[in-house]
């Protein structure tokens, strides 16, 4: 289970105030799907979580203790999709395997039935150049998914797709994300993907950033939600709540 208490942050030597008083929870199983304004420190959040922040208060507790960047396996999956230019599909993909100095051939497996759910089997000796902005994403979804994930950090990973490319990437990352289930933060601009991901929908207000609402989402895992009057009345909800508050 992620814990967070008390969150703050600021930066400017402190006269900006970037998050204030974030306090959450998130069990395995669950994806948090955040939404709001920019500015609101969606991503620092994000980063602070990552380990590449490190300048804020408050508590945050991992799978009972606090959180360690050094033991824990934490996944970030980015905007940028995060591929190194001059290393194939392959290459990017066994990234996180040799920098934790992981025995290869103990994933093989892995990587194979990974890269064959993501249909991106066929691109392993290609290089990011070589691929489309969805073809990209897939590459640095299975990035993360050859390992067991402690956390999974996703910073608005599919708002550079096209209207289709991004919903078929959307399902084909929860039919991934759904075998291991990690404990997964998502942060979006998207109502529809807040609701389409979100088991949790956690509504921030503008800078500083704190929380507004914590919703549940009744049609979390849904087969073919998108299509059901109860998701597009979800959708709605989180809407109206947006309007109100921001």
């Not at 814990?3 to 006269?15: C, P, W």
């Not at 934790?100 to 000796?125: C, G, H, P, W």
């Not at 897939?138 to 402690?150: E, G, L, P």
């Amino acid at each position: 289970m992620l814990s967070i208490q008390n969150l703050d942050m600021h930066y400017d030597n402190g006269t900006t105030h970037v998050l204030r008083d974030i306090s959450f929870s998130c069990r395995p199983g669950e994806i948090l799907a955040f939404i709001g304004p920019s500015g609101c420190g969606k991503s620092s959040l994000l980063n602070i979580l990552a380990g590449n922040i490190k300048d804020y208060s408050g508590i945050i507790r991992l799978n009972d203790g606090e959180i360690d960047h050094k033991r824990m396996n934490i996944g970030l999956i980015a905007q940028d999709y995060g591929l190194l230019p001059w290393k194939t599909v392959y290459g990017n993909i066994i990234l996180p395997l040799k920098i934790k100095q992981l025995t290869l051939s103990d994933y093989k497996e892995r990587i194979a039935y990974v890269m064959a759910q993501l249909q991106i089997d066929q691109l392993k000796n290609r290089y990011p150049n070589q691929l489309s902005g969805g073809q990209k994403q897939r590459v640095a979804i299975a990035k993360t998914f050859i390992m067991n994930q402690d956390l999974l950090l996703m910073d608005e990973p599919f708002s550079a797709l096209d209207a289709i490319t991004r919903e078929q990437t959307q399902q084909l990352f929860f039919d991934t994300w759904a075998e291991q289930k990690p404990i997964t933060l998502f942060v979006t601009h998207s109502i529809e993907e807040a609701v389409f991901l979100g088991k949790q929908i956690v509504i921030l207000a503008p800078a500083p950033g704190r929380i507004i609402r914590v919703m549940e989402n009744p049609t979390f895992g849904m087969e073919d939600v998108r299509s059901s009057a109860e998701f597009h009345a979800m959708c709605t909800e989180v809407r109206e709540i947006i309007r109100a508050e921001w």
